[in-house]
């Protein structure tokens, strides 16, 4: 069973830091990129950052780029988001998310499955 499950979001001052988890129980995305979206109240679902199926490709969104930090555990079958110097907009629910086609990218129609989502708010 294709599963992708988050963990670590949570409530946050301006400034602070969070680490967002995300769990592929079933190994399905270990050949593939993994990356991490992002939905605020009221807008579209959009791109943070993605990582290969190797770790040794990453891309980041302009808005999170020398914040954020993605990485990768193969032997746990784990992606991480290190997120630092937290703003209020990057108040959203965020999703992980596996490609079904490709070891170096990832996009939403490609994409295979989506986690649950975890909330992350940051309060001014």
């Known amino acids: 069973q294709v599963q992708l499950v988050e963990s670590g979001g949570g409530l946050v001052q301006a400034g602070g830091s969070l680490r967002l988890s995300c769990a592929d129980s079933?190994?399905?995305?270990?050949?593939?990129?993994m990356g991490w979206y992002r939905q605020a109240h009221g807008k579209g679902r959009e791109f943070v950052a993605l990582?290969?199926?190797?770790?040794?490709?990453?891309v980041y969104a302009d808005a999170v780029k020398d914040r954020f930090t993605i990485s990768r555990d193969k032997a746990q079958s784990m992606i991480y988001l290190q997120m630092n110097s937290l703003k209020p907009e990057d108040t959203a629910v965020y999703y992980c998310a596996g490609d079904r086609q490709s070891g170096v990218a990832i996009s939403p129609v490609t994409v295979g499955a989506w986690g649950q989502g975890t909330q992350v708010t940051v309060s001014s």
């Open positions: 990582i290969s199926w190797d770790g040794a490709h990453i």
């Open positions: 079933g190994r399905t995305f270990e050949s593939y990129a």
